[in-house]
């Protein structure tokens, strides 16, 4: 996500705060090409020139200039600028109203509508404890309706039962009859979508969103489609009153010029993004944060969100008595990579650290090395429970038998073996070292 354009912006605040003193010239010159990098990231042309103006107002005034760190002052008022475009403040759902909250799920055909109804639906029942009902209106794309209720029996949330032949009006007048019987206090309807914006689509809508009168209408945008969704969006909102915008695969689009420019263009918050095809791959938009990722500042806050939702904190506890006495065994370590591949594997983990997203490029391939973590567990799961407590067990013929029984090579094994063995020298060393210890001979020790 915004992979290029973190990259050229990266590149031109290093050259900005690589000096002591700013002339206006300079500050001139990484606008030009701060104007460059976010065409090319697919950013519309008026957002472009309103975000330029106004950070060359306030960038070109004695206070930076003169300022002790002048570059560091131009990166703070591109970031606060990033974050008026984005919306200054995270756009929340509306759901305080008398049960059922109706939301309206719109777009295009091939949006991720159906899977972001799921997504959604999930987000809601696991932040507010609500309980969700779940409708397909889409009578024209072949097994839509079948989908929304396979994805409904995977994540245990209702759906409507299917009438066959049934019309988009005559569903949402059962849904909303259905939703208050059986005291439902949100209900996700999703609408039918086509190849492009035409009256049929508009039409129906419009018939959907006056019967059902829902507190949220809720435009779901593939931001892998660039200006298209921008076109899109503009077209929604100009026909329906729109409350939020939801923009899916985001994780793909390495430009993120749709997510810069949605708001501006169309006045609407972004409320959601779609971080992935899992149904738990699914956040609140944040501007800031997003912000702070597109300049390379990481987004510790998100991580830590990530790690309190994904982490056992019983298996924390007894992982933190395991390393106090020393006895963390293989088993723990596929745990703990097991952990690491719920938060989103190691390119989303890496993204979200600061400093990481310029260097990103310089280490391994991000998906290489989840696919090294996968084997990695399927190594330690063809150890018998023994080997897995006692790894010095593991001679030459039972690597081999370990080696086949993952797939895998026996230096495979043996690099896995020398990274546990590595972990353990250090958790041996944490522990010699008391608080005073460390104070008094320093880190050096712990690095030996």
Sequence with gaps: MFENLSDRLGKIFSTLTGKGFLKEEDVTLALREIRVALLEADVALPVVKSLTESIKEKAIGQAVLQSVTPGQMVVKIVHDELIKILGEEVSSLHLATTPPAVLVMVGLQGSGKTTSTAKLAKWIVTKYRKKVLMASLDTYRPAAQEQLKMLGERIGIATLPIVQEEKPLKITQRALKTAKLEGYDVLLLDTAGRLHVDEGLMDEVKAIHALAKPVETLLVADSMTGQDALTVAKSFSEQLALTGIILTRIDGDARGGAALSMRHVTGCPIKFVGLGEKIDQFDTFHPDRIAGRILGMGDVVSLVEKAAETLDKNEAEKLNKKLAKGTFDLNDMASQLRQMMKMGGMAQLMGMMPG????????????????????????????????????????????????????????????????????MKMMKRMNKLDKKGLLRQGLGNFFK
């Design 356 to 423: 990481l997203g310029s260097v990103k490029d310089k280490l391994p391939n991000a998906g290489e090395s989840d696919k090294v973590i996968k084997r990695q567990i399927a190594i330690v799961g063809s150890m018998t429970p023994k080997e897995r407590r006692y790894h010095t067990l593991l001679n030459a013929s039972r690597k081999r038998r370990v080696a086949e029984g993952a797939g895998v090579t026996v230096q495979e094994v043996n690099q896995l073996l020398k990274q546990y063995e590595g972990a």
